[in-house]
């Protein structure tokens, strides 16, 4: 359980609103660019599928890809992910624009968590009841395998019951949006890395490209839902604690 003693003042309020509007359009930002990575990833020519299939058609079942006599410009993110990628003359563009949304990535994730750290704190002054959630577990519930499949969502829904008002009656439709989404987004995104690294081994390598592929688009989509649900949320979770600062 988790006290806080101070009463919140209206600009300590103002504060978490502004980080919220900040981590609001870095998700929103961040959402777009994995869309556009996504889309403009370097293709597979039906040909190169095509033989592929062949190949696999004929092989040993335990077959290992060699890649020892590739040449030495062909990038080891291709072999690393063992997909078979037409190395165009505009890959290196496209892999220092990965490097950036990763970097993006990152920023937005701090962003938020900055500002969940934040709006805990104020739920916790404005609230009638204790919470049931530290700020210390609003950050870590998020790099816990398994635990961070449910404990943020509860984490964000505590936060949202505490901020709304008494007479408000909005249920949680934004809040089940958001986290199905993201979860959609997360397991399509596993999907997805993992039929691509095991597309020259699969015993059908179009079809395991294909779905890899058809996966990373899912999880690109699942992600700007995330973002359309979650601004609405920090919006509304900020609005709310700011009234009740004013209010005291």
Known sequence: MTTIDITPQPEQVELT???????AVSVVFVAILNLILTLTMPTVSDEVLAQLDDLAAGRDPDYTPDFSELPDDVPSEVTEVSAPVDVANDYAAWELFNDLTTVMWFGAVVAFLVWLWRASTVAGAVADWQLDHSRPKAIWSWFVPGVNL????????????????????????????????WIVSLFASLFSVYDLATTLTSPQPSAT????????????LAVVGAAVFLVPIIQRIDSWQMAAAQRR
């Open 17 to 23: 609103r502004t980080r919220g509007a900040l981590a």
């Open 150 to 181: 449910l404990l943020p969502y509860r984490v964000v829904a505590e936060i949202w019951q505490a901020s709304k008002p008494d007479d408000d009656n909005s249920g949680r439709g934004l809040l089940v949006g958001w986290w199905t989404c």
């Open 209 to 220: 490209f294909s779905n890899g592929v058809a996966a990373a688009y899912v999880s690109a």
